[in-house]
């Protein structure tokens, strides 16, 4: 039987964003998979408007994964696993056109969700990390080994002072 490896992920979500779905896709796709710093750069260097709302939601996922107890994530260690745009509600307007007649308008939305999970790399270095020994300390010193190395030490500092 194969092995199934559970990832756990940190997820965001924004609702209602005044964009449709459609216009937001393009940005989510270009981000899926990539690393959080990078990430933030082609957001930052999008011209898409609605990139805007897709970095405040990617910076949601980072805070909610940072500031979880149980999960000990750096934001830059982080990799977005998934993001999608579904639709959400279209608000129905009208417009009135020649002739009495309506034209009709779609005021279209979508929710915006981004899951984040850590890097393969930050992984494999938190594994290495924890299988590492811890270091011991030194075995204490006894007395006697304790009182012979301080005679020593004090006894060239003796011989100085009294050359002079």
Same mark, same amino acid.
């Given at each position: 039987m194969a092995a199934v490896? #559970?990832?756990?992920t940190v997820r965001a979500q924004a609702k209602w964003v005044r964009s449709s779905a459609r216009k937001a896709r393009l940005v989510t796709d270009l981000i899926r998979g990539r690393s959080v710093p990078e990430a933030r750069t082609i957001l930052a260097f999008s011209k898409r408007a609605v990139a805007e709302d897709v970095e405040k939601v990617l910076r949601s996922a980072i805070a909610n994964a940072e500031s979880r107890p149980d999960l000990h994530w750096n934001g830059d260690d982080l990799v977005i696993v998934a993001a999608y745009a579904n639709e959400g509600p279209t608000l129905k307007r009208h417009r009135a056109r020649a002739r009495g007649r309506v034209g009709r308008i779609l005021k279209r939305s979508c929710?915006? #969700?981004l899951e984040l999970a850590p890097s393969p790399a930050a992984v494999a270095a938190a594994a290495a990390a924890a299988a590492k020994p811890k270091r011991e300390r030194a075995p204490k010193q006894t007395e006697e080994a304790a009182t012979t190395e301080t005679e020593a $030490? !004090? #006894?060239p $500092? !003796?011989?100085t !002072? &009294?050359? &002079?």
């Open positions: 490896e #559970t990832r756990q929710h915006i #969700t $030490a !004090e #006894t $500092a !003796e011989e !002072e &009294s050359e &002079s």
